[in-house]
């Protein structure tokens, strides 16, 4: 008499068939091959302030914020300075020319090419918009990084599940916020799904906390509440597998060990979520994103949305864009009465300290978000040390060229890149620096973009 055929058992069809991934997505951890080993997740955050760094038209005037020193003993320039106290957490990519160009001046080429590295699109039915100067553009014709990694898999990625599995590790794959961001305009967008696909930001900061934090996640009797709920599902799995040792061969039980190791872990991974950062942030007074006076408060805010969303493994994926091209925002704060995008194109005086200013005050947001990160414990470091934070704007400077385009990068992306550090790259394009991004998130690349063909990535990063 035939035995009956003995099946094989995948962790993730198992997973999948047992219903684990409806159930326990928004707490599922990022486990390796052998579902033996808890790794906590690597993220990805693009950051944009608007215009380029200070200068007048002397090209001279285009090196103001270099660093000065060497590789790893240096000081910032002012428009950085408030990154110092976690200079040992940043790297400096100076002297990087943007891969931007096509349709428009360089402020809409620039948003398209940020973060894309790819070409924005003459004007064309339904996508016709001012481009600066009197030029026409459409959108851009690629995706922006962050997309890209989001839409990847891999044993070192933010994401082990392709974007179509039943089972997924996140509740969002990405989380776009901007702050005054303005109407659907070329100039206004930074992140592409694809060609001629411009991604939106949530700019009500009050409807992305709703969205997100529907859930009292950080309320102690919510979470014993829900971390209850999970661990019965748990028992019920664990269970089912315990069964599952009667239906298949002797050869087949250290998987089956695997698989129960795998859910122990995930036990692990709900009481670290309780014990440690995953909690809510505090619900956003009602601003609405045009008043120039909020512009500082809806900066914070959407900065505390992220970083939260990082710690609760909401998403592992996320951008802020801050004002957009062509800024008009008024920095009263710092006792100023010109706009920013204004200002920096006034010939009847010289703006660069005033410039300058909004820059330093800019990067003092930067250090209260990559500060709070680090505060954020999680076993093998902090949040910020497994994310990897890459800062940049549209422009170089201020005079519409297209280098050296301040950018900085922070965090360690999960041990990926070697922190303080001022690296001098000589007019080398920013396609580079994606491709290097790419790599930092665990994926093998060569090229990213459509302006900088097999760029490879930058020698010392990724």
């Given at each position: 008499m035939r035995r009956p055929r003995q099946r094989m058992f995948s962790r993730r069809a198992l997973l999948s068939q047992l219903g684990a991934g409806a159930?326990?997505?928004?707490?599922?951890?990022?486990?390796?091959?052998?579902?033996?080993?808890?790794?906590?997740?690597?993220?990805?955050?693009?950051?944009?302030?608007?215009?380029?760094?200070?200068?007048?038209?002397?090209p001279e005037n285009a090196l103001d914020w270099r660093p000065v020193g060497t590789e790893t003993d240096f000081t910032l320039h002012e428009i950085h300075k408030p990154l110092e106290p976690l200079q040992s957490k940043i790297v400096v990519p100076w002297g990087l020319t943007m891969s931007a160009n096509g349709a428009g001046e360089q402020h809409a080429y620039g948003m398209a090419g940020i973060f894309t590295g790819a070409t924005l699109h003459d004007a064309e039915d339904g996508a016709d918009f001012d481009g600066g100067n009197g030029h026409r553009t459409g959108w851009g014709s690629g995706p922006s990084v962050d997309q890209f990694v989001a839409s990847e898999l891999g044993p070192d990625a933010p994401y082990q599940y392709a974007v179509d599995d039943p089972i997924q590790e996140t509740l969002y794959r990405t989380l776009e916020l901007g702050v005054q961001c303005s109407q659907p305009h070329s100039v206004y967008r930074m992140i592409y799904k694809g060609d001629k696909q411009p991604i939106h930001p949530e700019v009500n900061a009050q409807a992305a906390f709703d969205r997100l934090f529907s859930e009292p996640v950080g309320d102690p009797e919510a979470v014993a509440r829900r971390r209850a709920e999970q661990g019965a599902i748990l028992d019920l799995l664990k269970n089912d597998v315990e069964r599952l040792r009667t239906r298949v061969s002797s050869e087949e039980y250290p998987k089956i060990e695997a698989h129960l190791e795998g859910l122990r872990a995930i036990?692990?991974?709900l009481d670290a979520t309780v014990a440690t950062g995953c909690t809510a942030p505090t619900d956003p007074p009602d601003l609405v994103g045009t008043s120039n006076e909020h512009f500082p408060d809806e900066i914070r805010i959407m900065m505390d949305l992220i970083r939260h969303s990082f710690a609760c493994d909401l998403t592992r994926v996320a951008s802020l864009q801050i004002s957009r091209g062509f800024s008009n925002v008024t920095h009263t704060w710092l006792g100023q009465t010109m706009a920013h995008h204004t200002m920096s194109h006034d010939t009847t005086a010289d703006h660069r300290p005033e410039l300058q200013a909004i820059d330093n005050w800019y990067a003092g947001h930067v250090h209260y978000l990559l500060d709070t990160m680090n505060q954020i414990d999680e076993g093998n470091g902090t949040l910020l040390d497994n994310t990897l934070v890459v800062w940049g704007r549209e422009l170089g400077t201020t005079s519409h060229r297209m280098g050296p385009v301040p950018l900085v990068l922070a965090g360690g992306a999960r041990g990926a890149l070697s922190t303080g550090r001022f690296l001098d790259f000589n007019e080398q394009k920013h396609a580079r620096l994606l491709v290097s991004v790419c790599r930092l998130m665990g994926l093998d690349v060569n090229t990213f973009?459509?302006?900088d063909p097999d760029s490879g990535p930058l020698a010392g990063i990724g």
């Open positions: 159930a326990l997505s928004p707490f599922l951890p990022l486990l390796n091959a052998s579902g033996q080993e808890l790794v906590v997740p690597k993220r990805l955050l693009l950051l944009f302030t608007p215009d380029g760094s200070p200068d007048s038209d002397g036990e692990r991974r973009g459509n302006i």
